[in-house]
């Protein structure tokens, strides 16, 4: 009996795993890839207004007198001491992964689709900066930001529920207080619609991360002989060429071009640009963006 190649009987297993499980495959998939990385993240120790205790530290001049621990003072001579407590954050983290038709691509069975990969680092990143006592956002969702143990859960279901749309641009967020983004798309789409709509979130005080996640034979152009070109959006017309080869350099051109001028955008904005290929680990995309998001934990 022939045996089953190891990426069909990994699938297999993965199958059973969500019907025995009864969640969705992107929530069992974002905390499998969590937990990976988990016991290399520390929790924030960062002194601010929160609830738990961090450490005492001695008064010094400039110090309010109502944060003094008189209790802990008492037992040292001549000394008071300030009661610390973890820093809470109060802002939201924002993620948006890109609707459009053209995330539902994968050039082969044994890679994800941009959006299915999209959506997994998404919802692993809300379940870790959750668990660091961030609050998490859907961008362009009604529902209010999660927190807390089932926020992970909650996101999921937020994401799977987003329909297709030609409306492709990230959303504008207009809460009040800091916003950071994590906007995640191949971008794919026209420069000036790009660049005004990045400058208007900026306009609002939005701090974003991009993430141009494409397929590698977006980036490759493996294409030879005669090939039809069909796009996932069933409005868009097929293309026809007799000898793909003939584009490459063209192509390839074009595609560094408009990575370029994402970058340079970016940077032009104060934001950072990263690139995530669906062949390529996504653990250490996730581990990039947290610590983006996070700077002050260490890895």
């Known amino acids: 009996m022939q045996k089953t190649p190891p990426v069909r009987s990994e699938m297999l297993h993965h199958d059973a795993e969500f019907a025995s499980t009864g969640l969705p ?37 400039g110090d309010i007198s109502t944060q003094i621990d008189w209790r802990q003072s008492a037992r040292s001579a001549n000394r008071l001491y300030i009661r610390q407590r973890e820093w ?9 992964r890109d609707p459009g038709h053209s995330l539902d691509y994968s050039s082969s069975r044994e890679l994800p689709t941009k959006k299915y990969r999209s959506e997994v680092l998404a919802t692993a990143l809300c379940a870790l ?45 207009s809460s009040a207080g800091q916003k950071k983004s994590v906007l995640l798309s191949d971008f794919f789409i026209a420069p000036d619609l790009l660049e005004t709509r990045f400058k208007a979130m900026a306009a609002e005080g939005t701090q974003a991360h991009l ?15 005669r090939t039809e070109f069909l796009s996932r959006n069933p409005n868009d017309p097929a293309l026809l060429f007799g000898d793909a080869a003939a584009i490459a350099r063209e192509y390839r051109r074009l595609f560094k071009a408009h990575r370029s001028w994402l ?37």
Do not use: M
Request: charged share 20%.
């Open 25 to 61: 495959p992107l929530l069992l998939e974002a905390d499998h890839l969590v937990n990976t990385i988990i016991a290399g993240l520390h929790g924030r120790r960062r002194a601010g207004a929160g609830e738990t205790f961090w450490q005492y530290r001695p008064y010094v001049q």
């Open 88 to 96: 809470e954050v109060a802002a939201t983290a924002w993620l948006w």
């Open 129 to 173: 900066l959750t668990r660091a006592g961030e609050r998490v956002g859907y961008a362009g969702a009604t529902r209010r930001p999660f927190i807390g143990r089932k926020a992970a859960e909650q996101f999921a279901g937020e994401i799977l529920s987003q329909p297709f749309s030609d409306e492709r641009l990230p959303p504008i967020v």
């Open 211 to 225: 993430v141009q996640v494409v397929d590698p034979s977006e980036e490759d152009y493996p294409f030879r002989g």
């Open 263 to 299: 970058a340079d955008i970016c940077r032009h904005l104060g934001w950072t640009f990263s690139i995530h290929r669906t062949d390529h680990s996504p653990e250490t995309a996730l581990i990039s963006l947290y610590r983006t998001l996070a700077p002050e934990v260490l890895v």
